[in-house]
């Protein structure tokens, strides 16, 4: 069995085809360096993703605060990850970085904010 897949890893976008044999890599050519190696090796037996997405802030400039994981995760972690992250609301402020929630389903990955949320200021005269 033949797979293609497209490298992620730099611009270069390589294409690259790889023969499958019993389940094992056979021949793999179109990579230009051995990153694209291991990039296929892993989307075959350990895809791995990261999530971008947001979260609710209450009392801040924004709605939303755009949020992602420290790390990639298992794949097929990806909805119930998901579905921790919809249950979350935040109140501003929020500092870019700031975890928002640690260790997220014990993967070792934290939630952590990509955008700066400031603090509604209440009063009209400060
Ligand atoms: S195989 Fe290497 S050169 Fe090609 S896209 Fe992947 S990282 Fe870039």
Redesign the pocket.
């Known amino acids: 069995m033949n797979k293609e897949f497209i ?1 992620i ?2 611009p ?3 294409d ?1 085809r790889v023969e499958l044999k019993e389940g094992l890599i056979g021949n793999l050519d179109g ?3 051995k ?2 190696q291991e ?1 296929v090796r892993q989307e075959l037996f350990s895809p791995q993703r990261n999530i971008a997405t947001s979260v609710k802030v209450e009392g801040g400039t924004l709605p939303l605060v755009s949020v992602r994981l420290t790390e990639a995760i298992p794949k097929e972690r990806i909805f119930d990850v998901m579905d921790e992250i919809k249950k979350v609301k935040v109140t501003a402020p929020v500092a870019t970085g700031q975890i928002i929630i640690p260790n997220v389903l014990g993967l070792g990955r934290d939630v952590i904010a990509t955008k700066k949320v400031d603090r509604i200021l209440n009063s009209p005269q400060s």
């Open positions: 490298c890893l730099c270069n976008g390589c690259i990579a230009l360096c990153l694209g990039y």
